[in-house]
DNA sequence: TAGAAAGACTATACCGGTTTAGTTTCCCCC
DNA sequence: GGGGGAAACTAAACCGGTATAGTCTTTCTA
């Protein structure tokens, strides 16, 4: 039932024809096996429960013979310490959280997430650990959820990404008591450890690459400046121009969806002067531009160069094949779910810094024809 | 902590230079609110707990004014019960699962997933529920999940998605007694609810539309044949073609992503007799199949003609558009999610059919040149 | 008007672990 | 050989709800 329903209309069962019934009943009552917990073990072993859970949590003052018998016992009966009345006892819930605010069209198209959530998953399986997923409309939502999930006592610990300017969940968090990582270094300060991939550099090379190539009027379709990657990349590129020796480059401001993406192009394709090569703050939005570019008869990479940025696995596939920066989504994952795992355990856990990202060249960056 | 941890170091402070300290010691300590516990509810409001909890659960026995005033004083108060204790007493998690076992490189390039969840959220957030999401690299480990899933308690039910033939988790949830819904109907027996979206019908529109455009050289570039919907999806082609008084159309099975996407397109058109149109089982797969053909110097529409299915978002912004199915996967989240609450509610729920998928014609179709 | 039945509510067991406060036993040492 | 102390173990409280059995009124019934 859910929390506190005042009217439990949630399901009331439709008259229809029910040809299906739940397997529930069925296979329950079948084997029905006598459920084994830290009790009947005990009991098996000849110690009290208490002992069977020193023995289980290998805490001192347990005669080693006895802790081995106990643990056999344990074995034998197959026994599993029940994760329901621990969470009860510890006050944990052995589980993480990841909230996604995002709109579900630009969610739907950037591959971020699953391969991040794979690498999650790589390391928190074999730790016992779930994950759990939230994705909400909008930052209200969001930190409401951060609230609820706290309250409810549903997770131990989150994953922060898409950091934003002065992004309000981490004082949330931090008030809440709630143990963190952040995807990146956010700009404010922060009790939490921050698990990094810099985009700098790889921004940085994008535009250098370009700039080696000949072009002079780079253009850069930017993603929203709220988020701190969107600013961020939008930096690197701005200093990128000028280390280049170049003049200011164009930006126009999206936010990171596949139709912005595409918007922009058209606005920067259709000026009277437009840009040479244009650098995209994420691949979903260079695809588009490409798409947009032939629509407009620019060729892709003869009238206009393009880069990208996630070398997501489209990227090698359309035509050309994109010109890409390449983080590494899952092993992020993996890093930022075994920083918040020793955060736990520690109480402290140190900033992480990946491989910076890298420049792949493939066919969509060519010198300009002049 | 790990499930059995050799020390239970709980949280002590690694003494490494430590400019970060977690949030928890200095947020937890400030406030420190008085934990307001049924108990305190009870008592504040004269009465004994088991009475609190009636009047919460709105359950009979409880009078009209008691009840108020007992909910009066829970409001008060701010109490929530607590989800962790009544998980131990009801022996329930309040949760579902979704478990994917995919290739993360497929799972990356399909946006179904995020849009599914986005819309199972919906309808699980505001009942209090959560999701929790395991990915996972093979069969095998999906399977291990289940089993842990439910050992643990984690879960009160579980989407099945990628229906698979002869699906082996079906039994096995039925072995365990986890209530479950299938996304699409299953090929054998099985005591769960399916909530459908047929893809049947714009399958067959596609061919249909190519057939009334004059195509009579049609490709399938079908997904795996063990997904029952790879191989629902290369029936209905070849019977649309059938219908269509065609003949049998080439078919190349692949795994769905977008490598292999590309490479059955290479294959297709570098025949000697290629097709004039191809059928992809998915967008991604299309896109690819696009890259490829302009890779191969054939024009699309105008020397071949593209269909995918799904209408990811990138389908209208590609050049040239894409023709495909539109299917709604925010919508059959939340269908799958209802049902499969009403499930547990009520032991049994019926069959969800959902509009079927249809054919959404752009720009990558059009007659074949003669 | 006794007696049964219903209604409102309490006390308490229970879910299955963890943890603290004892208790016993054994050993060491002066 | 008696006191001190550590080691090994037990008993019971505790986490915070739900559920069941039972108590005490009040009301309906025969």
Same mark, same amino acid.
């Given at each position: 039932?859910?929390?506190?329903?005042?009217?439990?209309?949630?399901?009331?069962?439709?008259?229809?024809?029910?040809?299906?019934?739940?397997?529930?009943?069925?296979?329950?009552?079948?084997?029905?096996?006598?459920?084994?917990?830290?009790?009947?073990?005990?009991?098996?072993?000849?110690?009290?429960?208490?002992?069977?859970?020193?023995?289980?949590?290998?805490?001192?003052?347990? $005669?080693?013979?006895?802790?081995? %018998? =106990?643990?056999? &016992? @344990?074995?034998?009966?197959?026994?599993?310490?029940?994760? !329901?009345? /621990?969470?009860?006892?510890?006050?944990?819930?052995?589980?993480?959280?990841?909230?996604?605010?995002?709109?579900?069209?630009?969610?739907?198209?950037?591959?971020?997430?699953?391969?991040?959530?794979?690498?999650?998953?790589?390391?928190?399986?074999?730790?016992?650990?779930?994950?759990?997923?939230?994705?909400?409309?909008?930052?209200?939502?969001?930190?409401?959820?951060?609230?609820?999930?706290?309250?409810?006592?549903?997770?131990?610990?989150?994953?922060?990404?898409?950091?934003?300017?002065?992004?309000?969940?981490?004082?949330?968090?931090?008030?809440?008591?709630?143990?963190?990582?952040?995807?990146?270094?956010?700009?404010?300060?922060?009790?939490?450890?921050?698990?990094?991939?810099?985009?700098?550099?790889?921004?940085?090379?994008?535009?250098?690459?370009? $700039?080696?190539?000949?072009?002079? %009027? =780079?253009?850069? &379709? @930017?993603?929203?400046?709220?988020?701190?990657?969107?600013? !961020?990349? /939008?930096?690197?590129?701005?200093?990128?121009?000028?280390?280049?020796?170049?003049?200011?480059?164009?930006?126009?401001?999206?936010?990171?969806?596949?139709?912005?993406?595409?918007?922009?192009?058209?606005?920067?394709?259709?000026?009277?002067?437009?840009?040479?090569?244009?650098?995209?703050?994420?691949?979903?939005?260079?695809?588009?531009?490409?798409?947009?570019?032939?629509?407009?008869?620019?060729?892709?990479?003869?009238?206009?160069?393009?880069?990208?940025?996630?070398?997501?696995?489209?990227?090698?596939?359309?035509?050309?094949?994109?010109?890409?920066?390449?983080?590494?989504?899952?092993?992020?994952?993996?890093?930022?779910?075994?920083?918040?795992?020793?955060?736990?355990?520690?109480?402290?856990?140190?900033?992480?810094?990946?491989?910076?990202?890298?420049?792949?060249?493939?066919?969509?960056?060519?010198?300009?024809?002049?």
């Amino acid at each position: 039932m859910p929390a506190n329903i005042p009217a439990t209309t949630t399901v009331k069962p439709t008259a229809q024809s029910t040809t299906k019934s739940t397997a529930k009943s069925a296979a329950k009552s079948v084997a029905n096996p006598p459920k084994v917990t830290i009790e009947v073990v005990a009991k098996r072993a000849g110690v009290s429960k208490g002992l069977v859970s020193f023995a289980l949590n290998n805490r001192p003052g347990v $005669a080693p013979e006895t802790r081995v %018998r =106990i643990l056999q &016992v @344990a074995k034998e009966l197959g026994w599993k310490p029940s994760l !329901r009345a /621990r969470s009860l006892s510890t006050q944990r819930s052995y589980a993480l959280g990841l909230v996604i605010a995002r709109n579900p069209d630009v969610l739907a198209s950037d591959p971020f997430f699953p391969s991040f959530i794979a690498g999650v998953e790589s390391i928190l399986a074999p730790e016992g650990r779930a994950l759990v997923l939230s994705v909400v409309p909008d930052e209200e939502t969001e930190l409401k959820t951060y609230r609820s999930l706290v309250a409810d006592g549903r997770v131990d610990g989150v994953f922060l990404s898409d950091l934003r300017h002065g992004d309000p969940r981490i004082p949330l968090l931090a008030e809440l008591g709630l143990p963190a990582v952040t995807l990146g270094r956010p700009d404010g300060p922060s009790p939490f450890p921050a698990v990094t991939v810099d985009d700098t550099p790889g921004v940085m090379a994008s535009v250098a690459h370009l $700039a080696t190539l000949g072009h002079r %009027r =780079i253009a850069h &379709v @930017a993603g929203s400046s709220t988020l701190l990657h969107g600013s !961020r990349r /939008r930096a690197a590129f701005a200093a990128a121009l000028r280390e280049a020796g170049l003049p200011e480059g164009q930006t126009v401001e999206t936010d990171f969806s596949v139709g912005a993406g595409s918007d922009a192009t058209r606005r920067l394709l259709t000026q009277d002067t437009p840009p040479t090569a244009i650098v995209y703050a994420n691949d979903p939005m260079a695809i588009a531009g490409l798409g947009m570019a032939h629509e407009l008869g620019v060729r892709v990479p003869d009238d206009l160069s393009i880069t990208g940025y996630d070398d997501i696995d489209f990227c090698r596939y359309v035509y050309p094949p994109l010109t890409t920066v390449s983080a590494a989504p899952m092993a992020w994952g993996r890093a930022a779910a075994s920083t918040l795992l020793a955060l736990m355990e520690n109480g402290s856990a140190d900033d992480v810094d990946l491989p910076a990202a890298r420049l792949v060249v493939r066919g969509s960056t060519a010198p300009p024809h002049g």
